[in-house]
């Protein structure tokens, strides 16, 4: 490489653009590149070599999906843990003018198998489903 100068237009990554672009030189330090300027975006940030970017990126993106992956399996394992702890053959049968109390296991209509999480208030409670948490009425006077 030849000898480095702020202002020298360079090829590296640019994390905002997430490509190779040109960059010129902002910020040098002891005959090394510290800081750049895209020339597509215009944002300035630490220098990174082109060839970083080819290894780097395919990584973290598998990573990001792992994740995604594991987040949603989470919703799923705390309905099946809470059906663990509660007897689903005991459930009963959903209805809007009962007092339910928290771990009592449901069956609602067009939900199917529910579990009540949390108590709310007096009139609301939320039940966790195997498509979700929904909040659901409780001791409606008719």
């Known amino acids: 490489m030849s000898k480095i100068s702020i202002g020298q237009e360079i090829e590296g990554y640019c ?3 997430k490509n190779d672009t040109l960059h010129i030189i902002t910020t040098t ?3 090394k590149i510290e800081k750049v300027m895209c020339k597509v975006c ?3 940030h630490k220098y ?4 970083e970017s080819s290894t780097d990126s395919p990584a973290k993106k598998v990573q990001k999906k792992e994740t995604k992956k594991v987040k949603k399996r989470t919703r799923r394992d705390k309905w099946t843990r809470l059906l ?3 007897d689903s ?3 009963i049968e959903y209805k809007m003018d009962i007092d339910y ?3 009592t296991a449901i069956h609602h209509k067009n939900f199917g198998l529910g579990v009540v999480k ?3 208030d007096s009139r609301k409670i939320e039940v966790l489903f195997h498509d979700g948490a929904k909040i659901l009425v409780q001791n409606l006077q008719r």
């Open 48 to 51: 990174k070599k082109p060839a």
């Open 42 to 44: 215009m944002s300035y």
């Open 101 to 103: 109390e928290p771990a």
């Open 29 to 31: 330090d002891d005959a």
């Open 84 to 86: 663990d702890d509660v």
């Open 89 to 91: 053959e005991a459930a």
């Open 118 to 120: 949390n108590i709310i």
């Open 15 to 17: 994390g905002k653009c």
